[in-house]
């Protein structure tokens, strides 16, 4: 089976999209895979299999593979005598910026490639953590007390202390800070602010218990992975998240009665909704005093989750056998031809 990986973007998180996308070189041996790196100028590079390795990034060898071009239904290389065409599924695998706020999702649409990935609609809500937390007051899942502080706004925060600091569209804990006191405060900001014009300001609870669960939908059928319960002290910052990317063995599930993994799945289910069709997404709960609460959307989490996937190739294979149809409108100009017979034209 043929499926194209996508990855890098524009993004605070572009390391961590070549970290993802060559864990998955080593996670889907059963498919016939091709990689197409977009670096931060938005060119994109057909990159050889053999080449997949973060040095070929980092000294910028990259620029001398073959760059593509995009058509309807795909991409095309240009070759000395004449093109090649590449016409396979894409999986988005671009995190953050491009990949996650639905630049990528649009443009895909746009030629009409059939691709793994949140459309755009989902990945509005999912990558701003601000309206992640109005679409989960919307569908009924509890979210923590936040508030939301401008670059240019008052810094008054009315949160008591310890609280978190985070971007509104940043993911892998870039610019997180915890605020244990005011004097904390001003740097916490300072640094969010840096990659972001907002933040979110959220209680920080010590000792909370943290769920992560991935999943999709494929025929009419919720496929779940195992429940994981993260190993970390404070909270996961982007060094260990960075590491944590790498992961490619399946960890161990989680303790949890069957109640509990039910909630959380239920919780799940209802966060996926229409609105994520056609992608894998994980999502990280907090339980607090047995109720469950969501914490964020991952609409691409990192290296797809493969790690907390029992058979991740089977996963995808499901996926990609159920991938939404471009959405075709046929244009007969008819209003015009009424128009201009009416006219005598």
Not at 10 to 28: D, G, N, P, R
Not at 33 to 55: G, R, S, V
């Amino acid at each position: 089976m043929k499926l194209a990986i996508l990855f890098g973007g524009q993004s605070f998180e572009h390391e961590i999209s070549i970290v993802s996308a060559t864990t998955l070189k080593e996670k889907l041996h059963d498919f016939e895979l091709t990689y197409i790196f977009c670096d931060q100028d938005h060119t994109l590079y057909w990159i050889d299999a053999q080449k997949m390795k973060a040095q070929t990034f980092s000294s910028g060898a990259y620029r001398k593979e073959p760059t593509l071009t995009l058509v309807q239904g795909g991409f095309v290389r240009k070759k000395r005598f004449g093109s090649e065409r590449l016409a396979v599924p894409v999986l988005n695998l671009i995190h953050g910026a491009d990949g996650e706020d639905g630049t990528i999702a649009g443009l895909l649409d746009f030629y009409k490639i059939s691709y793994i990935g949140p459309r755009r609609e989902a990945s509005v809500f999912s990558f701003d953590k601000r309206y992640t937390k109005y679409l989960a007051h919307a569908i009924g899942v509890k979210v923590l007390d936040y508030e939301v502080l401008h670059k240019h706004g008052s810094r008054d925060v009315k949160t008591p202390y310890p609280f978190i600091v985070k971007p509104s569209r940043l993911g892998s804990s870039i610019g997180v800070s915890v605020v244990n006191d005011a004097p904390e405060l001003d740097y916490a900001l300072d640094v969010a602010f840096e990659f972001d014009e907002s933040v979110i300001v959220e209680p920080f609870i010590s000792g909370v218990k943290e769920y992560n669960l991935a999943g999709f939908r494929a025929r009419d059928t919720m496929h779940y992975s195992i429940v994981e319960e993260p190993q970390k002290s404070e909270f996961l910052d982007f060094d260990k998240k960075y590491l944590d990317f790498s992961r490619s063995a399946t960890v161990h599930e989680a303790d949890l009665d069957a109640a509990t993994v039910r909630t959380l799945q239920e919780n799940f289910q209802t966060i996926y909704g229409d609105l994520f069709e056609g992608a894998l997404i994980r999502c990280d709960f907090f339980l607090i005093d047995n109720e469950v609460y969501l914490n964020e959307i991952n609409p691409i989490p990192g290296s797809m989750a493969n790690y907390l996937f029992k058979d991740f190739s089977s996963a995808i294979t499901a996926l990609l056998q159920d991938i939404p149809p471009a959405n075709n409108i046929h244009v007969n100009y008819r209003y015009i031809h009424t128009i201009s017979a009416a006219k005598g034209k």
